[in-house]
């Protein structure tokens, strides 16, 4: 790993990335979506102040974590500007994200622990299919595979259910209300 000299306070975008692991298109995207800050030098190249090394740290710990770069930036926010975040910044803001994950980690888990359940079939109204239709949710409301969207068809094409199909007789030997005697 690269030695950065104690003495340097401001670091290019290649002496960032060498030290902090993430690609330079990381640091410039982190810094797009407002997680780090750089300032421009007269030939307009980027330079960053040593804390940005820990908080580059941070971004990417949270990011391992499930968290997503929006909580993360509010997190940094909370943050004075050019302060190393701390352990106990760290320990704050982790402790507000904990109940997420855990709520995160329980849903992992039921959804791992049913996965032998799932017979894959797109049928969505399986009682016992706790993967794509918990609670059967679609069979109250409807039967039959509901993975492909429904699309109208041109009334009286065939196939379609249009007016020559809709007033034949039904299975039960009934004609249907809003067909003609």
């Not at 975040?85 to 329980?106: F, G, M, N, Q």
């Not at 020559?164 to 067909?179: A, F, I, N, V, Y």
């Amino acid at each position: 790993m690269p030695q950065i000299p104690q003495t340097l306070q401001e670091l290019t975008v290649g002496q960032l990335s060498a030290r902090s692991g993430a690609a330079v298109s990381a640091l410039r995207f982190y810094e797009a979506k407002g997680l780090i800050k750089s300032r421009r030098t007269s030939g307009n190249q980027r330079r960053y102040t040593r804390d940005t090394l820990r908080r580059v740290a941070f971004v990417r710990a949270a990011q391992r974590v499930g968290i997503p770069l929006a909580t993360i930036r509010d997190a940094l926010a909370e943050l004075p500007d050019e302060r190393t975040p701390t352990r106990d910044d760290w320990a704050r803001l982790s402790a507000t994200w904990r109940s997420e994950l855990d709520e995160r980690i329980s849903r992992l888990g039921r959804l791992r622990d049913h996965l032998a359940d799932c017979i894959g079939c797109g049928c969505l109204s399986l009682e016992a299919c706790v993967l794509s239709n918990p609670d059967d949710v679609f069979g109250r409301r409807t039967s039959g595979s509901r993975l492909m969207p429904e699309r109208p068809e041109a009334v009286g094409a065939p196939g379609s259910g249009g007016e020559s199909e809709r007033c034949g007789e039904r299975e039960d030997g009934e004609k249907p209300e809003d067909c003609g005697a």
